[in-house]
Nanobody, 126 residues
Framework: QVQLVESGGGSVQAGGSLRLSCAAS????????LGWFRQAAGKEREGVAV????????IYVDSVKGRFTISQDNAKNALYLEMNSLKPEDTAVYYC???????????????????WGQGTQVIVSA
């Protein structure tokens, strides 16, 4: 079992920054893929960025490359998403997710993840 709790969402003007946090507890290991996903109103949930603790490797979707940074604090069992140069199209509910199932892999595929947080709203105004 894994529990995930997001925080840090809010409202910001275009060009601004926000930092999302995810507190993780339960069975988290170096083989657990951790990720951030988002779902805009009326759209399907999509991957934003994932991190594989075993290697430190990260993957970002093209729309956020160079603007968002995913990171982890192992000591605090926390996952972060630093979001800079925010755009109105970044407006969505952002979710933290974890994959602990076999085989261990890490990609921005929603169907790969079995554990989800409750989400935190991010609103970017023009």
């Amino acid at each position: 079992q894994v529990q995930l709790v997001e925080s840090g969402g809010g409202s910001v003007q275009a060009g601004g920054s926000l930092r999302l946090s995810c507190a993780a507890s339960g069975y988290i290991s170096s083989r657990t893929c951790l990720g951030w996903f988002r779902q805009a109103a009326g759209k399907e949930r999509e991957g934003v960025a994932v991190l594989y603790p075993g290697t430190g490797g990260t993957i970002y979707v093209d729309s956020v490359k160079g603007r968002f940074t995913i990171s982890q604090d192992n000591a605090k069992n926390a996952l972060y998403l630093e979001m800079n140069s925010l755009k109105p199209e970044d407006t969505a509910v952002y979710y933290c997710a974890a994959r602990v199932s076999w085989p261990p892999r890490c990609r921005t595929d929603v169907t790969d993840f079995g554990y989800w947080g409750q989400g935190t709203q991010v609103i970017v105004s023009a």
